[in-house]
């Protein structure tokens, strides 16, 4: 372990770690942040059955980030332009939203079985957020801290950082809704919106996105009277398209930046300008078709109630950056839509009243889910990708990304080596594609399947959800125990990468370096040997409560409870807390090491009602 100070009192630096105490003393970092909104809604009655609705809204976020690192902090002591100098910085950002949205719906019932609903409307969104930071160095002493930038001396040296943005977006819908239901049976709704962006190409901002769904309510039909078992027992099925705009602004068009200072003729020296981002006026919206079916019941004289839904979703147009040739293109990438992904799944949700007396009840509720993501493609006639890589395993030792996604297979999949073991002098031995044992620099990281000794090692995905609730009563007492997992996946323990490598100097370490990783001696490596199983169970909630039963008018009802949070967390995973690793998107897995400790929390209340 490093020491915190050195022998003459003043604190420990080096340039492979951070002393974290000396920050507390020497790093000042805060933000000043006021959000207002407001909103406002107004109905009018038309007629019988038609009414109008206008709403509004605004919503302005702003705030002021400072920071001052002292003469004696260590990012002052390292920088080798002002060593010892004093490092400040400001930023400011105001973010603005506007909202109007003015509908028209009409309801009515025909013949007494016929009931229709029918909406249309307009919304308009508008949003603007600008910005600006400055930071600089060389302060003398510390008594302005991040409040008089202009006496840093990288500022008179022309070495202080600077800078401003602004920009905007505008987002218009057209959309209409129907509903329609025949005696309570047959249910129909069908939904169009007609949405444009400006964040998309000239030649695409607009897209259309429909949507139908489907129910039947079957207890009303007359075949179930006599089915006494099952109380209620409705089936639906709806598929719809949805869009997505959520990219960086401006992302479609020519955007111009600073190219350097140059010498003109008269001798002055001039900044330029050129393209900094290639335009594509073709891009489109992403968009997401979805097809679910489902059912929704209560069964058992109501004791059993729950729901069942299974979905296909599959994702077209992926907006993402792709790399471009140069010429003909100005800049090397540029956003395009190319990718598609599908996503299918079950979700399964129960409730079940177990036991139900007098003096005790006992209820229990349970959800379940699973889900597999592919990545069905991500290439077209002309861009060819035909695998991504994420999850960057962060870190010393540069090892890049974790997971490699190939075109037709699962998302979340770790790629890299095979461990087969250590060699006598401690050195790291990988699997080849034939099954032998070879050190490091024998194995073959080429993406090429036909090449490569690289192997699939586990999804970072977990492949099944789930969360039980018992409830219990007995008498004036209550008692809540809240319990979720998440099961069959695998995390990356870049923590034990990191600092459980004892042939690694000038580094902290883990106990563990002096004993499970003892073995090791060589450089830092990524490979299932630090791969690990992350399911788990938390206890996450527990409560006990007790209601008081008072004679008198004055108060209504008297509880108290204590409520115990993120009790314990079961699993065989020897890193940070599982649920702070990233178990959804592209890049799914990592433990960063980043994460705050988590907390356990005790409660207690009382809720009077009068």
Do not use: C
């Not at 409705?234 to 190219?259: D, E, I």
């Not at 039980?468 to 695998?490: E, I, M, P």
Request: proline share 3%; aromatic share 16%.
């Amino acid at each position: 372990t490093k020491p915190i100070y050195n022998p003459d009192g003043s604190y420990y630096y080096d340039n492979q770690s951070t002393n974290q105490y000396a920050r507390l003393f020497n790093n000042t970092s805060y933000r000043k942040q006021q959000t207002t909104s407001a909103d406002l809604k107004a109905d009018f009655d038309i007629t019988k059955g038609l009414k109008a609705s206008v709403f509004g809204s605004m919503q302005r976020d702003s705030y002021l980030d400072g920071g001052y690192a002292t003469l004696a902090s260590e990012d002052s002591f390292e920088n080798s332009d002002y060593p010892s100098g004093g490092y400040a910085f400001k930023n400011n950002f105001l973010s603005q939203a506007y909202a109007f949205e003015p509908t028209l719906q009409y309801n009515t019932v025909v013949a007494d079985k016929h009931s229709f609903t029918a909406l249309a409307g307009y919304s308009y969104r508008y949003n603007i957020e600008e910005g600006a930071r400055m930071s600089t160095r060389g302060f003398l002493n510390d008594q302005f801290n991040e409040d008089n930038m202009g006496v840093g001396q990288a500022l008179a040296d022309g070495k202080a950082s600077m800078g401003s943005y602004k920009n905007d977006n505008t987002l218009i819908a057209f959309f209409g809704r129907v509903n329609y239901a025949f005696d309570n049976k047959y249910l129909v709704q069908l939904i169009l919106r007609r949405e444009g962006s400006s964040r998309f190409g000239d030649n695409n901002k607009w897209g259309n996105f429909p949507a139908v769904s489907l129910g039947w309510n079957v207890t009303e039909e007359k075949f179930m009277e006599n089915v006494k078992w099952v109380n209620y027992l409705k089936l639906r099925a709806g598929y719809g398209v949805t869009g997505n705009s959520g990219f960086a602004n401006n992302a479609s068009r020519v955007t111009l930046g600073p190219g350097g200072k140059y010498l003109y003729p008269d001798g002055s020296y001039r900044e330029t300008y050129g393209p900094t981002r290639n335009p594509n006026p073709f891009l489109k919206w992403e968009s997401k078709r979805e097809t679910n079916i489902g059912a929704d019941f209560t069964l058992f004289n109501s004791k059993l109630t729950g729901s069942l839904d299974l979905f296909d979703r599959t994702t077209k147009d992926l907006l993402d950056l792709y790399t471009t040739p140069q010429p003909p293109y100005i800049q090397s990438q540029i956003y395009a839509n190319v990718g598609n992904i599908s996503s299918r799944g079950i979700e399964l949700a129960l409730s079940y009243q177990a036991i139900k007396t007098k003096d005790f009840t006992f209820s229990m509720d349970f959800t379940g889910s699973t889900i597999k993501n592919t990545l069905n493609s991500y290439s077209n006639d002309v861009f060819a990708v035909k695998f991504k890589t994420f999850g960057s395993i962060g870190g010393a030792g540069d090892l890049g990304d974790a997971i490699t996604t190939y075109e037709g297979e699962d998302v979340g999949i770790f790629y890299g080596k095979r461990f087969a073991g250590f060699d006598a002098d401690g050195k790291w031995l990988f699997f080849n594609r034939n099954g032998e044992a070879v050190r490091n620099d024998k194995i073959n990281i080429s993406k090429d399947k036909n090449l490569t000794d690289l192997a699939p090692l586990g999804n970072a995905i977990p492949k099944y959800y789930a969360s039980y609730t018992a409830n219990f009563t007995y008498k004036n007492f209550d008692f809540r125990v809240f319990l979720r997992g998440k099961f069959d996946y695998k995390i990356l323990n870049t923590t034990a990468l990191t600092y459980g490598n004892p042939f690694v100097t000038g580094s902290n370490y883990l106990r563990d370096a002096f004993g499970k990783y003892s073995e090791i001696n060589d450089t830092f490596m990524y490979s299932d040997y630090y791969l690990e199983n992350g399911t788990n169970v938390k206890i996450d909630e527990v409560t006990l409560g007790y209601n008081f039963k008072l004679k008198t008018k004055l108060i209504r009802n008297l509880r108290v409870y204590a409520t115990g949070q993120n009790l314990a967390t079961i699993t065989g995973y020897s890193g940070n807390d599982p649920d702070f690793v990233q178990d959804t998107g592209l890049g799914p897995g990592i433990d960063s090491r980043g994460a705050y400790p988590s907390t356990r929390s005790f409660l207690f209340g009382v809720n009077v009602g009068f």
